[in-house]
């Protein structure tokens, strides 16, 4: 195998009698085991008149084995001992996964292989999780992405199975001639079969015990010498080419998307020359497709390249998101789109340029880091499926060679004639509506007119090709480490106002670093009208450096600037040896700022239509959206930002920032493969910049509304959609580690149980959980229900029900059960940095938190290990019992439930948000 050099751990690659393909992973660091499996079966294997099989199959095989009988089982038993576990289904695939601590993994492993062994697919279960399927199903009738989806699957070739309806729903899925069951077992035998299987483990065993527990545990999975099925239709015909396909959304959305259909590329992976092409026709910098469509006020963004894929289809696409004027010239952005894949033809087939990217793709290759032991695994699952045994690893990141013919080809393929638009706009007529989701739609036919103007068109002079880019860092190494180098990052510069942090990165010796700019400007959020224009003024800042910073991100180098509760962060990863280059040009651009009405103009109404397209979000999105600007008033809900940014004129913007650089208070942290006189000169170009005259220093406050002694509070949102919701907050008193581990260890306790008992038993609706919730530090619980089934006072009487019983379930807890559950939230808590990524956030969040000593961890591990079962009883029955709690209920009424809610005895009603903020600051 083709292994990063950056890559400590060890594998190997085998076959099971079975013909299950398997690769085991060593990794003697790892703090938790992990496994994945992944079948060649997916919705497309879904039989004709039963829609949604495979994922109900995907479902069930969670509800018990024959082994393992009892419903929850498995996931009581992975959250018990800290881990998780989840799936998906996708159109070819269906993968499974769960990590978990070492000392379980085997055990994790003998009940995870009996999913595929014997699973009980019984009646009692499927009668329940037809429900959740459903529910799953109606959670997303609203939502645009799935909406649109259905309209693909109904306009491309109704023979090829990409067209079936792939979720599932109470009618597909319904009881006919007899129960589903019987179906579902034959559904499950005549497809699940180990050659159709590929297996990864990673743990810190050793190969050769990881390898007998593989063959142990997953060699039983019964072999039906299956073929994989690759589907003999087209994706698309000649009768589904030369469409334009109208769609409306319900948020209010301009895209335009080119699709052209071709061959699969599975023989091409390691030449990649779609990658090339998406490269150059998906460029932002001067000169580019994106450049000159922005500059003509036609569209705000670009990407080329995605597209639906399988294995005897590939859909390449370029999508752009229109302003209202570019509606007005669909056009003359079809044909710029044509004049530049007409430039790549004729100009911009080189070799250097191809060499650019393949060594990007090799430094990204040679200097990966690590990641979750879940999510490598359930990647490298997938691999197994597409990549030849020696690029398992290797593959994502292969450009082997420059072949000229093969681009030429691809090229070839991106014809007017091989054209699909796609328009998804409000305000159009429509002659059609999708099943299942309801979608309006229009189709037309690309007239002779318009494939005979896109047809070699003329090349506008301002398009050009990229230049060489100059952020390439060609051959990037970690710098030497420095004498007396600090385990903690150290304060190196304490002025008035300005505070520098620094550290260099000892453990994982890669040639990236990061950079963080925290400027604390109370002026920047004194009021709701102040954090919008921060907003605006971060936005307009980062249009203005798109062009000259677009090469950067293309060398592996990333930068945002974000605004937060305090003024505004600027943050700059990646490969650190240009990023000085970069952050000069980024605080050049900041110090000569200038706000262009026209832009702003085009920036204001993006704001203003993301910010109202949030009401169409599901219920419990929005819950968690008011929750926030009910408890944090620098953090405001859309509907307040949508009020104060309607007033803002682009005159208000430069008086604004001139006001916010007056008062500030500036923490910069320097981390990663560094040297400390580095930190200080790039320390001295902030400052440069940031210095303005008569400057004072202050620290923004982060207030936080607390709710103690409050009893019940209720907030009641309209959401306009068929699914009542509810969300219970529950805020700690203080901000102490054993606080943090009283709250984030009762979450550990109750999710599963909460998940098992509202969701799998009862079948409340698909969105069920529970979260540790913190918020400016003050640890919080939160329990959360969307149902299409339940109105608010059934699922808050469900959610007080359960808390009513917890005390009893905590009780019924062996000694084993509760050592087992602490240890495995300790194993988290204490779980150590896997990448660099991971120790700068975590750094810079302590920072952040004035956790100067860096050991808050520590503290909560050390507090979590005190914790009695009599402590966490008592915080149950006095903190969380409905008759005794202060919490906050947020809640919705769905459509569907009209009647009267008749919230709980002694519930105080908040009506005015800023009379209750005023009340309880």
Known sequence: MHISPNDSKTYRQFTLANALRVLIIHDEKVPRSAAALSVNVGHFHDPENREGMAHFLEHMLFLGTEKYPREGQFQSFISQNGGSNNAWTGTEHTTYFFDVRP???????????????????????????????????????????????????????????????????????????????????????????????TLVLLGPQSLDEL?????????????????????????????????????????????????????????????????????????????????????????????????????????????????????DHIDDIVSYVFQTIRLIREKGLDEWRYKEKQAVQEMAFHHQEASRPIDLVSHLVMNLHHYQPDDV?????????YIEQDIRHMLALLTPENLRLTLIAQGYQYHEQAKWYFTPYTVREISDHQRAAWHEPHISPALTLPEPNPFISYQPVPLTLERN???????????????????????????????????????????????????????????????????????????????????????????????????????DRFSNRSFKPERFNIIKAQLLRYWKNAAQDKPISRLFNALSGLLQ???????????????????????????????????????????????????????????????????????????????????????????SAVLVYYQAE???????????????????????????????????????LPMNRVPGLIFYVQSPHGDPEMLIKAIDDFHNAFSLVLLELNEEQWAQSKQGLLAQIEEPDSNLRMRTQRYWNSIGNRDLSFDQRQKAAEALKALTRTDMIRFVVEHLKPRTADRLIMLSRGNSHQEEIKLPRGTTLIEDIRQFQKKRS
């Open 633 to 723: 008033p620098n953090n405001p809900p859309y509907p307040e930002m949508v009020e104060a940014l309607e007033n803002l004129e682009v005159s208000d913007l430069p008086d604004f920032v001139d006001n916010m650089l007056e008062i500030l208070h500036v923490d910069m942290f320097v981390y990663g493969n560094w040297h400390k006189e580095q930190a200080f000169e790039l320390a001295e170009l902030v400052k440069n910049t940031l210095r303005v005259e008569n400057q004072r220093y202050q620290e923004s406050v982060r207030p936080l509304v607390r709710i103690n002694n409050a009893g019940t509070l209720a907030y009641q949102m309209d959401c306009d959609h068929a699914d």
């Open 485 to 587: 180098t600090q385990a903690n990052p150290e304060c190196i510069q304490e002025l008035p106002g300005f505070s520098l942090w620094f550290g260099q990165e000892t453990e994982f010796r890669v040639p990236k670093g990061s950079i963080y700019v925290a400027i604390d400007s109370p002026y920047s959020v004194a009021s709701v009208e102040n954090i919008v224009k921060t907003r605006v003024a971060i936005e307009m800042l980062l249009e203005a450096i798109n062009e000259s910073a677009y090469p950067a991100e293309v060398a592996g180098l990333n930068y945002n600037l974000y605004g937060h509760q305090g003024g505004a962060t600027l943050h700059l990863s990646g490969f650190n040896e240009k990023m000085p280059l970069l952050l000069g040009i980024l605080l």
């Open 734 to 772: 203080e901000r102490g580690p054993e606080q943090i581990a009283l709250y984030t260890f009762a979450n550990q306790l109750m999710s599963s149980t909460f998940f098992d008992q509202l969701r799998t038993k009862q079948q409340l609706g698909y969105m069920v959980g529970s979260a540790n």
């Open 211 to 327: 390898e007998a527990w593989a063959k142990t545990y997953f060699d039983s999975i019964e072999n039906k010498s299956l073929e994989p099925r690759v589907p003999d239709a087209p994706l698309v015909t000649p009768a589904q080419q030369g469409k334009l396909i109208i769609i409306e959304p319900r948020k209010e959305v301009r895209k335009l998307t080119l699709n052209f259909s071709l061959p699969s590329m599975k023989a091409y992976y390691k030449t990649k020359p779609l990658s090339y092409i998406a490269h150059l026709l998906g460029y932002e910098g001067p000169g580019s497709l994106m450049s000159l469509l922005k500059n003509k006020g036609f569209i705000n963004t670009l990407s080329a390249g995605g597209g639906i894929s399988g294995s005897n289809f590939r859909e390449f696409t370029v999508s752009l998101n229109l302003t209202p004027a570019g509606l």
């Open 103 to 197: 000392a379980y993994f085997e055990e994790g492993l003998d009940r995870f292989a009996q999913f595929f062994i014997a699973p009980l697919l019984d009646a009692d279960s499927a009668d329940r999780e037809r429900k959740a399927v459903d529910s799953e199903y109606k959670l997303k009738l609203q939502d645009d992405i799935r909406r649109i989806y259905q309209v693909q699957k109904e306009t491309v070739n109704p023979a090829h199975p990409f067209s079936k309806f792939s979720v599932g729903s109470a009618e597909t899925l319904e009881d006919r001639d007899g129960p589903i069951t019987s179906e579902l077992v034959t559904f499950y035998r005549d497809n699940y079969s180990a050659n159709l299987m």
């Open 393 to 401: 690893m290797y593959g994502d990141y292969m450009m082997d060679t």
